[in-house]
């Protein structure tokens, strides 16, 4: 549940919001670039990238939302819009990972913004070290 929250919480995660999401010791620019509909954040901690077609979250093709691990260089946090809404068809439309390692922590599905084929959380800290589902 902590984790779907966290991923609930996301959605309106935003450029202009990226301080207020970021741990208290990571510190946030103001945009620092812009590229059409291309902005990126850059934290003293993380990287934030959002793809915007008409003002809303938008991005045919690839995720509207991307939080990098400035340490690591893993994407954290993808998630896919259209319109303003999470939705993708060919996965999920919300993906979490481990800072450190990269591994998928979450996985929600979303069509039109609602849930179309169930969430997924992994535990990687099995007794054998290997990664599972623990439910969906």
Same mark, same amino acid.
């Given at each position: 549940?902590? /984790?779907? *929250?966290?991923?609930?919480?996301?959605? %309106? @995660? +935003?450029?202009?919001?990226?301080?207020? @999401?970021? !741990?208290?010791?990571?510190?946030?620019?103001?945009?620092?670039? /812009?590229?059409?509909?291309?902005? +990126? /954040?850059?934290?003293? *901690?993380?990287?934030?990238?959002?793809?915007?077609?008409?003002?809303? *979250?938008?991005?045919?093709?690839? !995720?509207?939302? %991307?939080?990098? $691990?400035?340490? &690591?260089?893993?994407?954290?946090?993808?998630? =896919?819009?259209?319109?303003?809404?999470?939705?993708? #068809?060919?996965?999920?439309?919300?993906?979490?990972? $481990? !800072? &450190? &390692?990269?591994?998928? +922590? @979450?996985?929600? =599905?979303?069509?039109?913004?609602? !849930?179309?084929?169930?969430?997924?959380?992994?535990?990687? /800290?099995?007794? #054998?070290?290997? +990664?599972?589902? *623990?439910?969906?």
């Amino acid at each position: 549940m902590r /984790t779907s *929250l966290f991923a609930i919480s996301l959605l %309106i @995660f +935003t450029a202009s919001t990226a301080a207020a @999401f970021a !741990p208290l010791s990571d510190v946030c620019m103001e945009p620092a670039q /812009t590229d059409g509909h291309q902005v +990126t /954040t850059q934290c003293s *901690l993380r990287s934030y990238q959002e793809w915007r077609k008409d003002g809303k *979250l938008d991005r045919a093709g690839g !995720p509207a939302i %991307i939080l990098r $691990d400035r340490a &690591t260089g893993n994407v954290i946090v993808e998630q =896919w819009f259209k319109d303003g809404v999470p939705d993708r #068809d060919d996965g999920p439309a919300i993906i979490l990972r $481990d !800072p &450190t &390692t990269g591994d998928v +922590t @979450f996985e929600a =599905w979303r069509k039109k913004g609602q !849930p179309s084929h169930g969430e997924i959380s992994y535990d990687s /800290t099995s007794p #054998d070290g290997k +990664t599972r589902r *623990l439910g969906h």
